[in-house]
Nanobody, 124 residues
Framework: QVQLVESGGGLVQAGGSLRLSCAASGLTFRSYAMGWFRQAPGKEREFVATISWSGSTTYYADSVKGRFTISRDNAKNTVYLQMNSLKPEDTAVYYC?????????????????WGQGTQVTVSS
């Protein structure tokens, strides 16, 4: 059974940093591109960042470019999202997702598996 478990969320002041982790099990991790999405209250789930299976390709939403960094450790079956210079508008539930593809995707539909999410709250 595939499981994606996010951790590292919490409450932080504007300008602060958080590092999210997503531990994967039940799948061949290095065969999957991984993505991070987020959903704020009353809004649709939106793309944040994605990384190819090898880590050689990454894409970011314009709203987080230059502030967030996605990375992965295939030996640990884990993908990370380093979030710096956080803003109140980054407040959301953050989800990781796995996509069995050789290319990266920035939309929700290609992703095969999803985690339960971790709450990130940025206070002003």
């Amino acid at each position: 059974q595939v499981q994606l478990v996010e951790s590292g969320g919490g409450l932080v002041q504007a300008g602060g940093s958080l590092r999210l982790s997503c531990a994967a099990s039940g799948l061949t991790f290095r065969s999957y591109a991984m993505g991070w999405f987020r959903q704020a209250p009353g809004k649709e789930r939106e793309f944040v960042a994605t990384i190819s299976w090898s880590g050689s390709t990454t894409y970011y939403a314009d709203s987080v470019k230059g502030r967030f960094t996605i990375s992965r450790d295939n030996a640990k079956n884990t993908v990370y999202l380093q979030m710096n210079s956080l803003k109140p508008e980054d407040t959301a539930v953050y989800y990781c997702a796995a996509d069995r593809a050789t290319v990266v995707h920035t939309t929700r539909s290609p992703y095969d598996y999803w985690g339960q999410g971790t709450q990130v709250t940025v206070s002003s």
